[in-house]
T-cell receptor
Framework: AQTVTQSQPEMSVQEAETVTLSCTYD???????LFWYKQPPSRQMILVIR??????QNATENRFSVNFQKAAKSFSLKISDSQLGDTAMYFCAFMKHADSSYKLIFGSGTRLLVRP | DTGVSQDPRHKITKRGQNVTFRCDPISEHNRLYWYRQTLGQGPEFLTY????????KSRLLSDRFSAERPKGSFSTLEIQRTEQGDSAMYLC????????????FGPGTRLTVL
């Protein structure tokens, strides 16, 4: 069974600084997707960034980038130039490509606070 | 389209009562998912539909839980004989077919069982 581990329950960063959130996962699959989702306080979850395991190049979306280390089964999220609106819970998630349901398996989340 | 909607947003019930939640997905999405999120945890998969067919159920989904998606549009999740352990946020998500397609989440229904 696949598992996703986020070892940082809470993180704090100064506005405009850079922060990295950690995620590790365990799988015997070769083809899969990894995601970072953001859940702002009392608001719905939205996708931040996605990485296909077969792609060696790390995904980037504006201020958000990932460091995908397939051999180490590590998938960290870097947020550059942190903004107050980045304050949220961040969830790392795994999807097995061979799973026809395409269900997401989530970690326990990291609460990020951006300080003014 | 305004995204995935869920109703009600909050539900307080007494132990032993039945509750039903509704999810309206994005209209062209053929896949619909239910997840449960307890405090301090990430969402856990409960079940999913492709069109009107319920194709997978988690072992988390006891026989007190039932979900439907008549005509492949909205979905309902019913919990019978609620227990305090059912208290959680119930999230609905929808997507087009294909792993590469994003799951869009609704705002959730927060259930409190007294």
């Amino acid at each position: 069974a696949q598992t996703v581990t986020q070892s940082q329950p809470e993180m704090s960063v100064q506005e405009a600084e850079t922060v990295t959130l950690s995620c590790t996962y365990d799988t015997s699959e070769n083809n899969y997707y990894l995601f970072w989702y953001k859940q702002p306080p009392s608001r719905q979850m939205i996708l931040v960034i996605r990485q296909e395991a077969y792609k060696q190049q790390n995904a980037t979306e504006n201020r958000f980038s990932v460091n995908f280390q397939k051999a180490a089964k590590s998938f960290s999220l870097k947020i550059s130039d942190s903004q107050l609106g980045d304050t949220a819970m961040y969830f790392c998630a795994f999807m097995k490509h061979a799973d026809s349901s395409y269900k997401l398996i989530f970690g326990s989340g990291t609460r990020l606070l951006v300080r003014p | 389209d305004t995204g995935v909607s869920q109703d009600p947003r909050h539900k307080i019930t007494k132990r032993g009562q039945n509750v039903t939640f509704r999810c309206d997905p994005i209209s062209e999405h053929n896949r619909l998912y239910w997840y449960r999120q307890t405090l301090g945890q990430g969402p856990e998969f409960l079940t999913y539909f492709q069109n009107e067919a319920q194709l997978e159920k988690s072992r988390l989904l006891s026989d007190r839980f039932s979900a439907e998606r008549p005509k492949g549009s909205f979905s309902t999740l019913e919990i019978q004989r609620t227990e305090q352990g059912d208290s959680a946020m119930y999230l609905c998500a929808s997507s087009m077919g294909g792993a590469q397609n994003e799951q869009f989440f609704g705002p959730g229904t927060r259930l409190t069982v007294l």
